[in-house]
């Protein structure tokens, strides 16, 4: 080998070596960067006819598994629609009260029940009763007011959300069509591009937790976005993609045919429904189905509340109007929808008490009833009897069934459903749905921990693989440092040589 070989190959081991230092160094410094995968510097081997003429550095390379990347944002996806739902169903959760306190539906409707037991044993202390009666009632008002008002809020709260995260998904693409444009660019120039498809990857990790995609990567650098629907989402650095409007939502408020929150549209179709997982479809799927299944379920309680105690001759619960829904007609469209929000104490029977004893309605029967006329016998229990046997039992007080709790037809379209039969009795019903509700958010609350699981697993093997580890570099930064050294003695010593050759033929 000559000695000018040996200077070249020397040289570029140097240059070479450097430039894996310069890149260490870089991945060191970077170590705790947001999205910042370490790099390595690929030596090329250079030959002429057959010589070694030394290496060649190929630039900056990510090490980093796609498949991996893809599955950890499909995941990270799932994280953030289960940490977005148990949220929201944590509230709904506190709202119906701690059972071990009595505080459940159910517990008041027997509270209630038991209030009318006390004063059946005694109908002339019905001014002294008044307080346990008309507190169990108000108790249950309250407990439906207060569980319609929450059910309202993560409604009204979802779809907000949907507008906010609209928003950032739109902010998020405009970033990833710049990055792609680069992408591309530098691909083309055959420039290095692994520091931008950090900034890409970062980016798309951003828009999996809003909305589950499957990117798909292009040799030239270009890449395609779909959807978990099915939809090919476009990626342009001006405007927005989608577009939704915010609106109030209220008990009657749906998606879809003549409902009246907004669609989210792109394009100028409507693609709610293929806007699948992440934060914005778990934000779609709480608004337009279990939310609006909850609100119903609520309501047919209240509905059946204040029509069983009317059939049987006290109007107890009504609306600000005075008036009882009629559970026997359509969910949808009816004045059951939204009265767990508005069920109140009659005021009549607020101005007279005696009324818990007396009655407030005539009922044609069979068998007839007629309230207890003023200055009527103090030890009156036809009422309190009808209300004890038929208003709180699975009877009416004719002997038949009453009308099953309805289950399906549910929501204000009518097209939800509860995931449980009928049951006979208020209190059963009112039961229910605590227990359903509420173990719902205990399902929403065990899949959370289910996705932190296999998200943190992904995330850990992603950094063992792709990550910077800084003693690993560190021991790297000595071993090139040796390298350096030996080149730095090649040129050293070929430099000698080219010295002593000079001076012997002087």
Do not use: C
């Not at 006819?49 to 499909?74: F, H, I």
């Not at 409604?155 to 792609?180: P, S, Y």
């Not at 990567?217 to 779909?226: E, K, P």
């Not at 069934?401 to 995931?419: E, I, K």
């Amino acid at each position: 080998m000559s000695i000018d070989a040996a200077l070249l190959i020397a040289r570029s081991g140097l240059m070479h070596t450097q430039r894996a230092l310069s890149n260490a160094a870089d991945n060191v410094a970077n170590a705790e960067a947001e999205g910042y995968t370490r790099k390595r510097i690929v030596g090329d081997a250079v030959s002429a006819a057959g010589q070694g003429m030394g290496v060649r550095s190929l630039g900056p390379m990510r090490e980093v598994d796609t498949a991996l990347l893809n599955e950890m944002n499909k995941r990270r996806s799932a994280k953030a629609a289960a940490e977005l739902r148990e949220a929201a169903l944590s509230r709904i959760d506190e709202a119906h009260g701690d059972p071990l306190k009595g505080e459940a539906l159910g517990d008041l409707v027997a509270k209630l029940r038991t209030s009318f037991v006390n004063l059946r044993a005694d109908p002339s202390q019905v001014v002294n009763q008044q307080a346990i009666v008309l507190n169990a009632a108000s108790n249950l008002v309250s407990r439906f007011n207060d569980l319609g008002r929450v059910v309202g809020e993560a409604r009204q709260a979802a779809h907000d959300g949907i507008v906010q995260k609209i928003g950032e998904v739109n902010i998020t693409l405009r970033d990833i069509a710049v990055l792609r444009r680069n992408l591309v660019e530098r691909t083309g120039a055959g420039i290095p591009t692994a520091d931008v498809e950090d900034k890409l990857d970062l980016a798309l990790s951003r828009l999996s937790e809003l909305l589950e995609v499957k990117p798909v990567r292009q040799a030239n650098g270009d890449i395609l976005i779909l959807g978990a629907g099915g939809v090919t989402i476009p990626i342009q650095e001006q405007g927005d993609v989608f577009s939704v409007q915010g609106a109030v939502i209220g008990p009657t408020s749906y998606y879809g045919g003549m409902g009246t929150i907004p669609a989210i549209m792109l394009n100028g179709l409507d693609v709610t429904k293929q806007m699948i997982g992440g934060e914005i479809g778990e934000s779609i799927a709480l608004r337009d189905q279990t939310l609006p299944r909850y609100q119903a379920e609520l309501d047919i309680a209240a509905a059946e509340l204040a029509d069983r105690f009317r059939a049987e001759g006290l109007r107890l619960f009504t609306d600000g109007t005075g008036a009882v829904p009629n559970p026997n007609l359509p969910y949808a469209g009816s004045a059951q929808v939204g009265f767990a929000n508005i069920i109140q104490i009659n005021s009549a029977v607020k101005a007279d008490v005696r009324l818990l004893r007396d009655g407030t309605e005539i009922i044609t029967g069979p068998p007839a009833f007629t309230p207890n006329p003023p200055g009527g016998p103090v030890g009156f229990t036809v009422l309190i009897d009808r209300i004890l046997n038929h208003s709180f039992g699975a009877n009416t007080a004719s002997g038949a069934s009453w009308g099953p709790f309805a289950t399906t037809g549910l929501g204000p379209d009518g097209t939800l459903s509860s995931p449980f039969g009928s049951p006979s009795t208020i209190e059963d019903y009112s039961a229910l749905v605590t227990a359903m509700q509420t173990s719902d958010s205990a399902a929403a609350a065990s899949a959370l921990e289910t996705a932190k699981q296999f998200s943190e697993g992904l995330e850990a093997r992603f950094t063992r693989e792709s990550r910077v580890n800084v003693d690993s570099e560190m021991a790297s930064l000595v071993q090139l440092q040796n390298a350096y050294a030996a080149n730095a003695r090649v040129m050293s010593t070929a430099q000698s040589m080219w010295t002593s050759l000079f001076d012997s033929v002087r």
